[in-house]
């Protein structure tokens, strides 16, 4: 082969490599969002189908042998593997004490491991073990109580999704808010006033969904930014 034959074939393959790179990253972009908003459906299906088979509050935390089932007594913010994303002004509910939150002093980019309310969705959704912060999550050794008497048929009859979850296309982390799908006495919010979620904070890493003002406002939480959410109930309901 010639030098100049060489510099032919070189000169095709820039302007190939210019012409398909645009498309290959559209592609490549399209099948992470599809990825993103098939695993939040996937994830929050899951997380209706562990409510229904264990009851509230959602889920039991085990404290002892009679766990407390207690407001107190719930995971708050539910999170898979991956990098905690970063979250800008307004993504919460409004508190005047501690700003924007979700309850309590959870936030959006709080992790496994920095709070007793805060749980790894692997330990409730694929294996029922013990996560981070050593939750028992063995639904089958917990009595449900309720009005008039025990809940029979109540218990962990996983798995619901095939473990590890998560991280999300972009190497951040699913969370919910499954605080909201228990109706709660806490000082700053009722359940049943908020929308539960799952959500991927997208492409840029930044939770944007504002589910106070844009999800009241609306009567059910729209994502904003690159956000993707999978709404599983909430102020509609």
């Not at 559209?26 to 209706?48: C, F, H, M, P, W």
């Not at 979850?165 to 605080?179: E, F, H, K, Q």
């Not at 999800?215 to 109930?233: C, E, F, K, P, R």
Request: no cysteine; proline share 5%.
């Amino acid at each position: 082969m010639s030098l100049i034959e060489a510099t032919i074939i070189l000169m095709i393959l820039f302007l190939l490599t210019a012409v398909l790179s645009p498309a290959v990253s559209d592609y490549v972009n399209d099948a992470r969002q599809t990825k993103g908003k098939e695993d939040v459906e996937a994830i929050g299906t899951s997380i209706l189908r562990l409510l229904r088979d264990t009851g509230l509050p959602f889920p039991v935390l085990a404290a002892g042998a009679t766990p407390a089932r207690t407001a107190a007594n719930r995971v708050d913010l539910f999170v898979s593997d991956g990098n905690p994303p970063s979250k800008i002004a307004g993504t919460g509910v409004a508190s005047a004490g501690t700003g924007y939150i979700i309850t309590a002093n959870r936030e959006w980019d709080d992790t496994d491991g920095s709070g007793d309310n805060i749980a790894n969705m692997n330990a409730h959704l694929a294996y029922n073990t013990v996560d981070a912060n050593g939750l028992t999550t063995t639904y089958t050794l917990v009595t449900f109580p309720a009005a008039g008497g025990p809940r029979v048929g109540l218990g962990w009859r996983g798995a619901y999704l095939t473990g590890p979850i998560g991280p999300d296309p972009w190497g951040n982390r699913y969370a919910s808010n499954t605080v909201f799908l228990n109706p709660s006495s806490d000082a700053t919010v009722t359940g049943s006033n908020f929308d539960a979620f799952v959500l991927s904070a997208g492409a840029d890493g930044n939770v944007s969904t504002d589910m106070e003002g844009n999800g009241l406002a609306s009567g059910g939480t729209t994502a904003m930014g690159d956000d993707l959410i999978y709404v599983m109930t909430g102020s509609t309901r």
